[in-house]
């Protein structure tokens, strides 16, 4: 069972660092001329690369990959400080912290899915996606097995 929540811990950890590293950086699109991310663009001609905001105009599709990416963000976190939570023994009401921790993680799965679906539906096949897109993209499956570890926990737990 120890190994088991190491396990659950450790990808909980990837799948919340990889997404917070995509939500954070410029490089969701990208070719040799610029790099763009959810929250700015970057242009590069010759020696003067200079970066922008989108300020207020925002596409629609942007906000709402954002938004998705908060929200798994959020679960995300939910889940990794509730398995983290694991090794301590304490009960949070009738749930156990496991079980809340795998629900949280299908919830961040569900939501990346979503922003990185409405993100990649957006743009089509044309558009050359960059290493942050992909990390975002990585973070879904991952989700996946820390809430498939996560209830293995609970009902390794509840035997």
């Given at each position: 069972m120890q190994a088991l929540q190491i396990g659950a811990v450790v990808c909980a950890f990837i799948s919340l660092l990889l997404l917070l590293i995509a939500l954070g950086s410029d490089y969701w699109l990208a070719n040799a001329l610029n790099n763009t991310g959810l929250w700015k663009y970057c242009v590069n001609v010759g020696p003067i690369y200079s970066c922008s905001s989108y300020g207020m105009n925002v596409e629609d599709f942007l906000q709402?990959?954002?938004?998705?990416?908060?929200?798994?963000?959020?679960?995300?976190?939910?889940?990794?400080?509730?398995?983290?939570g694991t090794f301590i023994g304490l009960q949070?009401?009738?749930?156990?912290?496991?079980?809340?921790?795998?629900?949280?993680?299908?919830?961040?799965?569900?939501?990346?899915?979503?922003?990185?679906?409405?993100?990649?539906?957006?743009?089509?096949t044309e558009a050359s996606y960059g290493w942050s897109f992909g990390l975002g993209w990585a973070s879904f499956p991952l989700f996946l097995i820390t809430g498939g570890l996560a209830f293995r926990l609970n009902a390794a737990a509840t035997e």
């Open positions: 709402a990959t954002r938004a998705f990416m908060f929200l798994g963000m959020i679960a995300g976190a939910v889940s990794c400080i509730g398995l983290c949070l009401g009738s749930i156990s912290k496991a079980k809340a921790s795998a629900i949280a993680s299908f919830v961040a799965a569900l939501c990346v899915l979503i922003a990185m679906a409405t993100f990649t539906g957006s743009l089509g």
